[in-house]
Antibody, heavy 120, light 107 residues
Framework: QVQLVQSGSELKKPGASVKVSCKTYGYIFTSYAMNWVRQAPGQGLEWIGWINTYSGNPTVAQAFTGRFVFSLDSSVSTAYLQINSLKVEDTAIYYC?????????????WGQGTLVTVSS | DIQMTQSPSSLSAFVGDRVTITCRASQAISNYLAWYQHKPGKAPKSLIYAASSLQSGVPSRFSGSKSGTDFTLTINSLQPEDLATYYCQQYHSYPRTFGQGTKVEIK
C-alpha cells in the first residue's frame, strides 16, 4: 500500500542545517506532487510548499523562502526537506504529504512526521 | 493568499452528540476544500475532500457541506475515538492554506 516513511528526530544547534527524508512506497514516485507541512509546538498546520516530483521544480511559500530547500532522489523514491541556518523557532514537527491525485489536490497520505528540535 | 477562518477553536461534547465545525474562505474556492483529522502523535488523516466527498475508509458519521464560501464539517454521533484536532485546507490556489484548527474534546 501507499506509504510515506520519514527519517527520525533531529536535535540541532542554531545555525546548523538539517535534512529530513521522506521515503515513499507503493506508487510511482514521479506521478504525484509532494508537499511539506510544519506544526510548531502548540500551533496549527502550516503549508511550507511542494515539489513537482516529475520536473523537480519546487514551490516554497513566501514565509519559508530562503532557508527551506526541497530536493528529490527519484532512484530511491525519496523526497527531502533541508533547512539551513536553523533558528530556535524552526523547532517543529515536519510532515511530508502526497497530493492525493497526481497534482493540485488534497493531501493524502501523510508521513508520520519528523521532530526537529533546535536548541543551544 | 486565501485566508481560512475556522471556528470554534475548541469544543467539548458528549459521546453521541452532533458536532459542527465551520470554515470560511476569504474568497471563492469553488469546492476545493478538504478536512483533516489530527490525533496527537499521529499523522494527519484526510476525512473529506471536494467539500463533501468522504475519503475511503472514513466512517459515515463524518460529513461535509458547502454554502458559498462557508464550509462545514459535521460529526454525527460523536465517538470517543474522535478526540482530535480538525483542520480545513483550501487547495484552490497556492499557497495552500489551513484553518487554525478545532480541538474536539469529549465531556
Amino acid at each position: 500500500q501507499v506509504q510515506l516513511v520519514q527519517s527520525g528526530s533531529e536535535l540541532k544547534k542554531p545555525g546548523a542545517s538539517v535534512k529530513v527524508s521522506c521515503k515513499t512506497y507503493g506508487y510511482i514516485f514521479t506521478s504525484y506532487a509532494m508537499n511539506w507541512v510544519r506544526q510548531a509546538p502548540g500551533q496549527g498546520l502550516e503549508w511550507i510548499g511542494w515539489i513537482n516530483t516529475y520536473s523537480g521544480n519546487p514551490t516554497v511559500a513566501q514565509a519559508f523562502t530562503g532557508r527551506f530547500v526541497f530536493s528529490l532522489d527519484s532512484s530511491v523514491s525519496t523526497a527531502y526537506l533541508q533547512i539551513n541556518s536553523l533558528k530556535v523557532e524552526d523547532t517543529a514537527i515536519y510532515y511530508c504529504a502526497r497530493d492525493s491525485i497526481s497534482w493540485d489536490n488534497w493531501l493524502d497520505p501523510w508521513g508520520q512526521g519528523t521532530l526537529v528540535t533546535v536548541s543551544s | 493568499d486565501i485566508q481560512m477562518t475556522q471556528s470554534p477553536s475548541s469544543l467539548s461534547a458528549f459521546v453521541g452528540d452532533r458536532v459542527t465545525i465551520t470554515c470560511r474562505a476569504s474568497q471563492a474556492i469553488s469546492n476545493y476544500l478538504a478536512w483533516y483529522q489530527h490525533k496527537p502523535g499521529k499523522a494527519p488523516k484526510s476525512l473529506i475532500y471536494a467539500a463533501s466527498s468522504l475519503q475511503s475508509g472514513v466512517p459515515s458519521r463524518f460529513s461535509g457541506s458547502k454554502s458559498g464560501t462557508d464550509f462545514t464539517l459535521t460529526i454525527n454521533s460523536l465517538q470517543p475515538e474522535d478526540l482530535a484536532t480538525y483542520y480545513c485546507q483550501q487547495y484552490h490556489s497556492y499557497p495552500r492554506t489551513f484553518g487554525q484548527g478545532t480541538k474536539v474534546e469529549i465531556k
